[in-house]
């Protein structure tokens, strides 16, 4: 009896905690909205920013074209078609600017939001991509043909052939041409690198040359097509909002000229007791008045489109696809399951092309019309050759880029120009030497090569962290099985703070750089440090599935809380429903090293219901029971707000909005929820 009565008391208990939750619901709703206006205002100040970057693009006058501007860089394309005679350094030199235009456009097609960009835009913007890699890939072709005529004045005294090394932030160049075409000279090694090539017979005999042009950039993967589902959600948001604004502006319009109407009808009976002047001075401030109410309406309304438009581009980042791509070859590279790292090495052979002579006094030389040609290796038909293994694999030794982190031994995989598209037949002998970070394959025939690796080998996490340094300014740390990643999140920057590869520091280029975090996250993918799920990502790891819409929710309250709160992996989150999340959380209000064993509070959170839970971390079974003398609340902000310090609440809400953006960015990149 004693039992039975002990969960009537529960019950009714429940039932009473559960009706106050549910009499405060619209209350605690209606002020989180007005929290989370943050969100819309951030996107406000983004759309500013990008509109003074081409205000000051347009005044600076350095003459570099705004790449957003169709004839702008239609003419500096057109203008460098005309150049024919550059040098490989003059080449070198202005793919910087290239280079730079391209992550212009790049950035601009992933920054700017899905409802702010016009089919035709992304096609011009894409269209303008292309147009740049191809003409920078030529024209190191066109630099290589003219390198390769003066060849024989740039021989080596000691071997009689040509060697030419260019080194460059963005790309490394070596060239070898084969003058003296010496049967016995079968390894060609340039100097003062590791980079060496083991060639055939056949090739040492021949007018040839290698080119190894080493790009530090990927421009021979394809950009990733919008996916259709994508554009169709992309299409109705963007109809949407440009339909409920031209809505709202009709309504506005509409009663602005019923409130004129009727405020002149009043003053015409008004009019009879009053002289003309004092009428004409009361329509002035009614229609002032009008109008006021009028632009707040409408400021409100727009506000109000702005942000379900943000919340739809948020949502389209932790969106699952339906299904996994599908790939024709045996041998292609799933790119959603791998990634390039370290840039592309363009092998190829040449034919060397006819040789400067001097003839009195001058310099005579024959152009070919067609330019500079390939050397095919193999030739399409061996049937002239007398031994069957006269076109034998050329093994190859090449440098790995220093900045690129590999976590296990990278894979070679090769371009198919046919098929537009990397595959990884036609390699062999694959021998990694990390300490000297070096690669040796075999390779049947020259072409771009690339190093890959698992885009998720560091998926799921193992844990991760969120932690205030100072008021906007916060730590991300995310641990995986190989590495440990430190964010800084700043304002509206992002910095990586520092990585541990198996619990050693690793030094990287990228620490100490303040950049936007969307540029934070490609340069650390760049690097092989990719903690960043996509659409496909659940395909190839076991995830922790959570609802979108809570997952969202989550994210933002945690973003509007991490000024004041860290939060943190809970091992709990694992055994709750995947319509609720669970974090541990902490007052953190100094910036003093992390506590070893610090008193953090068990939250669950199903999207429109936040409760603290009566189990901790160490706990041995699962419990979604409340904690004593605790309450229901709507959202996360409502129910830290129950025990928080009036220091914390005040600076939560001493926030900025950009702050705010930023970590809600970075944790919808992450998806900690869902990928721990």
């Known amino acids: 009896m004693e039992r039975l009565e002990r969960q009537r008391i529960e019950r009714e208990k429940w039932h009473q905690l559960e009706a106050k939750d549910l009499e405060r619901r619209n209350e605690e709703l209606e002020e989180l909205y007005l929290l989370e206006e943050c969100f819309p205002e951030a996107e406000k100040l983004k759309r500013d920013t990008r509109l003074l970057s081409q205000w000051n693009h347009y005044i600076q006058c350095d003459g570099s074209p705004d790449p957003s501007v169709s004839p702008e860089i239609n003419t500096f394309i057109s203008l460098w078609k005309e150049e024919t005679n550059e040098t490989l350094e003059e080449v070198i030199a202005k793919s910087k600017l290239v280079l730079n235009l391209i992550e212009k456009l790049r950035l601009l097609l992933l920054q700017t939001p899905s409802y702010d960009l016009e089919d035709k835009t992304v096609i011009q913007y894409r269209g303008s991509i292309l147009e740049l890699q191809e003409l920078l890939h030529l024209k190191f072709n066109v630099a290589t043909e003219r390198l390769l005529r003066q060849a024989s004045t740039l021989a080596d005294l000691d071997s009689g052939n040509m060697e030419k090394v260019i080194q460059d932030e963005n790309v490394t160049l070596y060239v070898w041409a084969n003058l003296k075409k010496n049967p016995r000279y079968r390894s060609v090694r340039f100097s003062e690198t590791q980079i060496r090539f083991e060639i055939p017979r056949i090739l040492a005999t021949s007018g040839i040359a290698i080119r190894l042009l080493h790009t530090h950039y990927d421009h021979a993967t394809p950009l990733r097509p919008v996916s259709a589902s994508l554009q169709g959600h992309t299409a109705t948001v963007t109809h949407f909002v440009k339909d409920e604004v031209q809505k709202g502006e009709a309504e506005i319009s509409k009663e602005l000229?019923?409130?004129?109407?009727?405020?002149?009808?009043?003053?015409?009976?008004?009019?009879?007791?009053?002289?003309?002047?004092?009428?004409?001075?009361?329509?002035?401030?009614?229609?002032?008045?009008?109008?006021?109410?009028?632009e707040a309406t409408k400021c409100k309304l727009e506000m109000k489109l702005l942000s379900e438009a943000v919340f739809a581009a948020q949502l389209l980042l932790i969106e699952n696809a339906n299904e996994k791509p599908c790939f024709c070859e045996d041998n292609e590279v799933d790119l959603?399951?791998?990634t390039t790292l370290g840039g592309v090495y363009h092998l190829d052979i040449f034919e060397l092309p006819p040789q400067c002579k001097p003839m009195?006094?001058?310099?005579?030389?024959?152009?070919?019309?067609?330019?500079?040609?390939?050397?095919i290796y193999p030739p399409e038909s061996t049937e002239d050759f007398e031994t069957e293994n006269a076109f034998p694999p050329i093994e190859v030794t090449l440098e790995v880029q220093e900045n690129v982190i590999f976590f296990e031994d990278p894979m070679v995989a090769r371009w198919d120009a046919e098929g537009k598209h990397w595959q990884t037949d036609g390699i062999s002998n694959v021998l990694y030497q990390s300490e000297e970070r070096l690669i040796t394959f075999s390779l049947e025939t020259f072409g771009p090569v690339t190093l890959i690796q698992d885009t998720h080998i560091n998926m799921p996490f193992q844990s991760w962290e969120l932690r205030p340094l100072d008021v906007n300014k916060v730590l991300l740390t995310v641990t995986?099985?190989?590495?440990?990643?430190?964010?800084?999140?700043?304002?509206?920057?992002?910095?990586?703070?520092?990585?541990?590869?198996?619990?050693k520091k690793h030094s990287s280029t990228l620490e100490g750089r303040w950049m936007t975090p969307i540029s934070c996250i490609l340069a650390l993918k760049e690097t092989g440090l990719n903690i960043f799920p996509t659409g496909h990502s659940h395909f190839y790891v076991a995830i922790n599935h959570k609802e979108p819409l809570v997952e969202i929710k989550a994210y933002r309250q945690l973003a509007l809380l991490s000024s004041a709160f860290a939060f943190g992996w809970s091992k709990w989150n694992v055994e709750c429903s995947s319509k609720k999340v669970i974090v541990k959380l902490r007052?953190?209000?100094?910036?003093?090293?992390?506590?070893?064993?610090?008193?953090?509070?068990l939250l669950m959170f199903s999207g429109d219901r936040?409760?603290?839970?009566?189990?901790?971390?160490?706990s041995e079974t699962f419990s979604e029971a409340l904690k004593e003398e605790t309450e229901f609340h709507s959202t996360l902000y409502h129910l830290v707000k129950d025990f928080?310090?009036?220091e914390a609440m005040e600076k939560i809400r001493s926030s900025k909005c950009q702050f705010i953006d930023s970590v809600c960015y970075m944790l919808l990149s992450t998806r900690l929820l869902s990928y721990s």
């Open 336 to 338: 959603c399951q791998f």
């Open 360 to 375: 009195k006094g001058w310099m005579i030389v024959e152009i070919l019309k067609e330019g500079l040609q390939k050397y």
């Open 644 to 646: 928080a310090s009036k």
């Open 610 to 618: 936040a409760q603290r839970l009566k189990i901790n971390e160490n």
């Open 480 to 503: 995986t099985v190989f590495t440990e990643i430190q964010i800084q999140i700043k304002e509206n920057l992002c910095m990586l703070a520092s990585v541990k590869v198996d619990n």
């Open 587 to 601: 007052e953190h209000l100094t910036e003093e090293e992390p506590v070893q064993d610090p008193n953090w509070t």
């Open 257 to 294: 000229q019923e409130e004129y109407k009727q405020r002149e009808c009043e003053s015409v009976s008004v009019c009879e007791e009053e002289t003309k002047v004092e009428e004409q001075g009361d329509i002035e401030v009614q229609m002032s008045f009008v109008q006021e109410e009028s």
